[in-house]
């Protein structure tokens, strides 16, 4: 929904970032970047990959904390507590949007008490089942699941996560009895998969792909609006006859509110010569993943917007979490 508007904002936010970006006095210490969630998934991947550079290019340490628990809300919670300075930051995913319209209580404001700095990469989530499932199509799958309701699991990232919203969106719209699993993390929730324990997951394109390609899964549909080129023999599920289904990932960094914009615009001008760096967005794109650097106010209203959807959807769906 975003990915268009965000390439083409990633346009004109260089030129104005940078111009207020400039002498700012930061960072003056160690940079703490909260990832909130388990080592080994795209956005602790992502994380790492990025930090490399960017304490390079700011001449001091980030160090990586793993605060996994809450589809993020654990990490995420303490750093919209932290010094409003841009030395504490977190890199969290699109859940972060959703998980307000389906949590009865959130230990913060996700729309007052963090403040947006930049979209970094976004991803398709994909439907996978293992090689032996015996539906090869959506369709199939569809009819599988009725003619054996309840009989069926599928895992996800978490309570709230795109990878849960997502089939709780196919299976309200099919009809469909499913049992939900939830793991902390995407990459948790991929070996349950891989190991038996569920049948079905709709994961983020990123933790996929390399099972999808080295035969471990198969894909079975794609959220988008056309085929991914990453997955250009798997259909969107509009293809397979449930269009509307979303669960366009996207990867951001938030700090504490009241971070000064100009540091703000700082670390995002930072970012986007990261993210432009060639190695970086091979990298990236390899992972299925979507470099995308937007501005701050930019990225603010996109996640203002997508809270008013998901809360919206989650009310017309009736998703909660318990």
Known sequence: MFKCLALLL???????GGAVAQDVAYPTKTIRLVVPFPPGGSVDVVARMVSLHLQEKFGQTIVIENRPGAVGTMGTAQVAKAAPDGHTLVMTIGAHTIVPALMAQMPYDASRDLAAVTLIASAPNVLVVRPDFPARTLKEFVQLAKENPGKFSYATA????TTHVMTAMLAHSAGLS?????????????????SGQTDLNAAVSTTA?????????????????????MFPDVPTYAESGFPGIRGDSWIGLFAPAGTPKPILYKINAELQKVLAMPDIRQKLLAQALDPLV?????FDKIVRDELRDFAALAKAVGLKIE
């Open 209 to 229: 792909l390399p099972m999808v390609k080295a035969g471990k899964l198969r894909a079975l549909a794609i959220v988008g609006d056309k085929r991914s080129s």
């Open 10 to 16: 990633s346009l004109c936010v260089g030129a104005v």
């Open 158 to 161: 978490g309570n709230g996560s």
């Open 178 to 194: 499913l049992l939900h699993v939830p793991y902390q993390g995407g990459a948790p929730s991929l070996q349950a998969i891989l």
């Open 294 to 298: 937007v501005g701050p106010d930019e």
